[in-house]
Nanobody
Framework: QVQLVESGGGLVQAGGSLRLSCAGS????????MGWFRQAPGKEREFVAA????????DYAASVKGRFTISRDNAKNTMYLQMNSLKPEDTAVYYC?????????????????WGQGTQVTVSS
């Protein structure tokens, strides 16, 4: 069983920054890939970023590339999402997830454990 807990969300003005954290339970945190997704009201959950277990590979949605940075500290069982130059359209609930056996890094069905989400609101 894997438990994931997000933190770091909040209200920020456009152009500002936030850093989200995702704390994972269990000694095997370092052995699996992870991802961030977000869901705005009335919209489907969408991929934001993903990172391999060793941090040697990352991927980003086009809408956040160059503004967001995903990272992880396996010694602390924690993954991060540094979000800079935030825009109102980044407003959503952000979820971290553990990647399962699915082959697609950017599809929610490839991830088998999810956190409860943290709200990010960007005002204009």
């Amino acid at each position: 069983q894997v438990q994931l807990v997000e933190s770091g969300g909040g209200l920020v003005q456009a152009g500002g920054s936030l850093r989200l954290s995702c704390a994972g339970s269990g000694r095997t945190f370092s052995s699996y890939a992870m991802g961030w997704f977000r869901q705005a009201p009335g919209k489907e959950r969408e991929f934001v970023a993903a990172i391999s277990w060793s941090s040697d590979w990352t991927d980003y949605a086009a809408s956040v590339k160059g503004r967001f940075t995903i990272s992880r500290d396996n010694a602390k069982n924690t993954m991060y999402l540094q979000m800079n130059s935030l825009k109102p359209e980044d407003t959503a609930v952000y979820y971290c997830a553990k990647k399962g056996s699915g082959s697609s890094w950017d599809r929610a069905w490839s991830y088998d454990y999810w956190g409860q989400g943290t709200q990010v609101t960007v005002s204009s």
